[in-house]
């Protein structure tokens, strides 16, 4: 697999993580999802779930069972916003390593290609996903409205590599999967 296809994810979603439905999920036919939480659910410097994200869950969970993958290291954090949504969660990933990954999809029991990795990093989230053969989902990152005036550095880095690596930042699989 060349570079181009590591970084390129299954599906984009315009705007958050509060944009992936339920009928997109059937849709390609996942039964579960791994979630990263820094700007994937909560903002980085927000310690809890907003009431939006806490709906968003128990609307998700009816037809796909989730689970929280995070590189950060704060238990306190990490831990908190996962038991406020009810939900197990993985500390100090290391994404794109797939170690506590695959320990997430061991406790789902499912197979590898009916679990997405969602996240909002192409360099972390998407490539470790894809990495393990999940369907890779990348949404735009929840940004604390402190930092929002400012540019997103990271992911302009990391969308402008990918580019120059060979991946388009379009979706790569348009075929629907039923299943």
């Not at 509060?18 to 036919?29: A, F, K, R, V």
């Not at 969660?89 to 789902?108: E, N, V, W």
């Amino acid at each position: 697999m060349t570079w181009n296809n590591f970084l390129q994810p299954d599906l984009i979603l315009e705007g958050s993580i509060l944009n992936l439905t339920p009928d997109i999920i059937q849709q390609y036919g996942l039964k579960g999802l791994v979630l990263d939480v820094d700007e994937t659910l909560v903002p980085m410097r927000i310690g809890s779930a907003s009431p939006e994200l806490q709906q968003w869950v128990e609307q998700i969970r009816k037809c796909t069972l989730l689970c929280l993958v995070s590189n950060n290291l704060s238990e306190v954090r990490i831990g908190g916003i996962a038991r406020s949504l009810n939900l197990p969660y993985y500390l100090g990933a290391a994404k794109p390593s797939r170690r506590k990954i695959r320990a997430a999809l061991k406790a789902m029991n499912l197979p590898v290609h009916q679990v997405g990795m969602v996240g909002d990093r192409l360099f972390t989230d998407v490539l470790a996903g894809n990495r393990l053969g999940m369907f890779t989902i990348l949404v735009e990152p929840i940004i604390h409205p402190d930092v929002a005036l400012r540019s997103h550095p990271i992911r302009n880095f990391e969308v402008w590599v990918s580019e120059a690596l060979g991946a388009s930042i379009s979706p790569k699989h348009t075929k629907i999967h039923k299943g």
